[in-house]
């Protein structure tokens, strides 16, 4: 926080707070992970622990970030900072879902017709007949051992058709998620055009609709456990299915919990200003990222 | 943070804070730059140590120092924590200390998460290397942790393993978007993009590799996690998943991978290189675009690391292909090298002598990669000692004598005084010797078919392997020689001039030795 044109902060304690705090967690998880089957183990409280302290550290952090930038110390080279640091932020998670995306490309056009002897390499799989039984299909509803190792769904989450799809919990969602990222852009224009009003009704509806989206979710969830048999642990098809939807799931509830921090800062603290705004900006791009991912898992999990 | 406010002065060059809260709190490059390269040290010598583990178990046939289990555990940490906790943080600790002075800039664009991106990493190695007393050992599946040997038959500290991969991760993503934003955001007027430096160049390539391919990584570890603990099927083909499935996204990472660890040394020795040569450096354009080809194709040639799975046919031409390319741009480099060295006025001083032999050794690392890449020969070379002795030469003679040429290069500027000549160049003969002694036999004992990560061999390879051994020694306790030349020269020695070295070019230069806590709080003049 100097003066000249350059911006040098102080020492800060956060950081270390921050990583004492992932140390916690990822401690705390893997041993919680790894004593699952022990009642008597109590690493969880670690793991507790963990979140209570990053939770504070963030908020400790954010509350002087934000701070810091009231008081007028930020440099428009410092918020430009940020703004490329949050464009980098969010393709890291791009790649992050690439990951997954994928592996779910692969299984469905190599491996699994592999496994049911198609093309050169699958005859020479099939020469070795572990699993001669096992035909090539998506969704997979037969593992290639037959439900040995892992649980067979009865039914998949795949598009039921036209006659049923007014009943299709994903279309549901793709419209509540497509109508929230309209909201939270209108939100925006509202805020560019200096109407405080416009800003915090459009990014109430946005934030309603993210706890909608995450509601139907756990439905949809609740459906495929109880009624479809369809479990993280029916093959590669639930493999796919709840690995995608569950972590663009996390995702989502990571952005509405974004925009519902910047709904309080609007309504409660007044926070924002017509040309200055960029925390509710950032989580606004975060909030149309996450949409595109679920266009995305809508296309390739759910319709193709 | 209280204290530090009351000590604050309107002057911004004040020096640092007092005890060990400015190493804890510290926002300064410079101090976040020394912490990265003494941790990444410790972690050089601790991996070290592994490698002579590793190499007196092989000194002779037959089992006599370590159990095979421990040996494979010894493998498995010697590379995890060589290329995650010695590579990486000290050139993550170059880029600290220079790219700043280098564009002139205060410090880096977002100092607070830089500090976190470091404090990370201690915490990181340290749930590694505790699962070494865990039960059932530490991780003992190679660094490449291919399933099923990963997941279905892995030691229970796996799960720690992950996470600490997963906290890595997050502490390198945060540190590259540190270095691209720095560089996008913080240049002097007047740095242009092809006016930069060649080693910020050579970072802001790295950091986007960084960023592209460490959620990858992340995105393998997790579903490793779930497969071990929760019932998915991404790597076991009895519920439809396939465990090729893992070495393609653990490639698709790693290959890059392989050029985040050594094009920061690119940059590093077309420093020095252009320095002592007293030239310009031929060819700075070209240069940069073979930078950037070299990344792009980085994301194309994954499986060659995987010739012998049984790809289609079109798949291992493809990739043999796209791999042989990458020989192009690479060789325009060391091309360029040679002719910024040609009729310049030469001086062998210990950072050229390392850079020199960088130029040399790299390349005969880049030729038997050259080789590797060739399908029917990889089918005889894969998974031998000629594969390790190939990734050893690009990363031992070539990341890190890039390290320590940077180090004796640099120091003089970070500390204020001059290294010792005779001991550095003591140092240089003897890890050049070492390490030529330790990896050019593991060609031979490769190309005759020793296979790698076991703990025992047949008798003929036994001759070569005494001398790899020797070697290997040797390399290994020079760089208590190297810890001895830092600490002497941090401690004192014949003081620096501001220029240091006589063809030195570049902003660092242009600042005190030792460069102070501040350097640029207002931005220099570049035309």
């Known amino acids: 926080m100097s003066g000249g044109s350059y911006y040098v902060p102080d020492q800060s304690r956060f950081p270390i707070f921050m990583a004492v705090s992932l140390f916690l967690l990822v401690m705390g998880a893997s041993s919680t992970i790894n004593n699952l089957d022990d009642p008597t183990s109590n690493s969880v409280y670690i793991l507790y622990s963990g979140f209570a302290c990053l939770f504070l ?86 593992t290639p051992d037959q439900g040995n190792e892992y649980d067979l769904a009865d039914k ?38 200096g109407n405080r009003k416009k800003f915090n009704v459009y990014l109430g509806i946005t934030v309603l609709l993210a706890l909608i989206f995450v509601g139907l979710q756990a439905l949809e969830y609740y459906e495929a456990y109880a009624h479809y048999g369809l479990k993280l642990n029916s093959g590669i098809y639930g493999s796919t299915f709840f690995m995608l939807t569950g972590f663009h799931g996390f995702h989502v509830m990571m952005g509405g919990f974004m925009l519902a921090i910047m709904l309080a800062r609007s309504v409660f603290a007044g926070h ?3 040309h200055d705004h960029f925390g509710f900006e950032a989580a606004s791009w975060y909030w149309h990222f996450v949409d595109v991912v679920w266009l995305m898992l809508f296309l390739f999990v759910y319709i193709l | 943070m ?71 555990q010894m493998i498995t940490l010697h590379g995890l924590i060589m290329i995650f906790g010695g590579v990486m943080p000290a050139f993550v600790g170059l880029a600290n200390w220079l790219v700043p002075m280098m564009i002139g800039a205060p410090d880096m664009a977002l100092p607070r998460m830089n500090n976190l991106s470091f404090w990370i990493l201690p915490f990181a190695f340290f749930i590694l290397l505790s699962s070494l007393f865990m039960e059932g050992g530490a991780p003992n599946f190679g660094w490449t942790f291919y399933a099923p040997l990963s997941t279905t038959y892995a030691p229970p500290s796996v799960t720690f393993f ?91 990472f790693g290959h890059p991978e392989v050029y985040i660890m050594i094009l920061p040394a690119f940059g590093i020795v077309s420093h020095i290189i252009e320095t002592f040569s007293r030239k310009q450096l031929f060819g700075y354009s070209s240069m940069v675009w073979a930078m950037l080809s070299i990344a792009i194709l980085s994301f ?71 080789m590797l890449a060739i399908v029917p020969a990889d089918f005889q070379y894969h998974d031998t000692y000629f594969v390790v002795a190939h990734f050893h030469y690009v990363l031992v003679p070539g990341a890190i004598f890039s390290i320590m040429a940077a180090v ?76 001895f030349i830092v600490i002497k020269t941090v401690m004192g020695g014949k003081k620096a001039t501001d220029q240091v070295w006589e063809g030195a070019k570049g902003l660092e230069w242009t600042v005190a030795s030792p460069a102070p806590y501040h350097t640029f709080s207002t931005p220099p003049k570049v035309d």
């Not at chain 1, 879902?97 to 699958?122: C, D, H, M, N, Q």
């Open chain 2, 300 to 370: 194309v040639v994954w499986a060659h690391h995987m010739f012998t799975v049984g790809l289609p046919l079109a798949a291992e031409i493809f990739f043999m292909w796209a791999t042989m390319l990458i020989a192009v741009p690479t060789g325009v480099k060391v091309f360029n090298w040679v002719a910024t060295m040609f009729r310049g006025s030469l001086t062998f001083e210990t950072p050229m002598l390392f850079a020199v032999a960088f130029v040399v050794l790299f390349t005969i690392g880049g030729l038997s990669g050259l």
């Open chain 1, 57 to 142: 550290t963030m908020f400790f952090w954010f509350r002087q970030v934000i701070k810091e930038h009231l008081a007028g110390l930020d440099s428009n080279q410092l918020k430009q900072s940020y703004v490329y640091g949050m464009a980098w932020f969010i393709f890291s998670e791009v790649m992050f879902f690439a990951a997954f995306f994928g592996a779910l490309f692969y299984v469905r056009t190599l491996a699994v017709p592999w496994l049911a002897g198609e093309g050169s390499k699958g005859a020479a799989i099939t020469a070795i007949e572990l699993w001669p039984a096992f035909e090539s299909s998506w969704p997979v509803m037969t």
């Open chain 2, 162 to 252: 992950i996470f600490s991969v997963h906290i890595m991760g997050a502490s390198s993503i945060m540190g590259a978007i540190n270095v691209v934003v720095t560089i996008m955001n913080m240049r002097a007027p007047g740095v242009t993009l092809m006016k930069m430096p060649l080693f910020v160049w050579s970072w802001l390539i790295t950091a986007y590799l960084l960023i592209a391919v460490m959620p990858v990584l992340a995105g393998a570890v997790t579903m490793m996690l779930m497969d071990i603990h929760f019932g998915t099927s991404f790597f076991n083909a009895a519920g439809g998943g396939d465990p090729v499935l893992f070495q393609h996204i653990f490639w698709f």
């Open chain 1, 156 to 193: 998949s989450m795949a598009w039921p058709g036209w006659s049923k799809a007014l009943l299709w919990l994903p279309l549901w969602n793709t419209i509540v998620l497509l109508s929230s990222s309209w909201t939270v852009h209108l939100a925006h224009l509202g805020l560019k055009k």
């Open chain 1, 272 to 274: 924002f200003e017509q």
């Open chain 2, 408 to 483: 004796y290069y640099w120091i003089p500027k970070w500390s204020g005084n001059m290294y010792d000549e005779r001991l550095g160049k003591l140092h240089f003969w003897l890890s050049f010797i070492g390490v030529n002694v330790t990896f050019f036999p593991q060609h031979f004992i490769g190309l005759a078919g020793m296979p790698r990560r076991y703990p025992d061999y047949a008798l003929i390879f036994a001759d070569w392997n005494m001398v790899s051994s020797i070697g290997a020694f040797l390399f290994g306790f020079s760089q208590l020689l190297f810890l």
């Open chain 2, 2 to 72: 209280s204290a530090v406010i009351e000590n604050h002065h309107d002057d911004h060059d004040h020096g640092p804070a007092k005890g060990i809260t400015r190493w804890l709190y510290t926002t300064n490059h410079k101090d976040i730059g020394t912490l990265y390269l003494w941790f990444s040290f410790a972690m050089f010598l601790i991996g070290g140590a592994m490698a002579m583990i590793i190499r007196a178990e092989l000194f002779q046939p037959g089992m006599q120092i370590v159990e095979p289990e421990f040996y494979n």
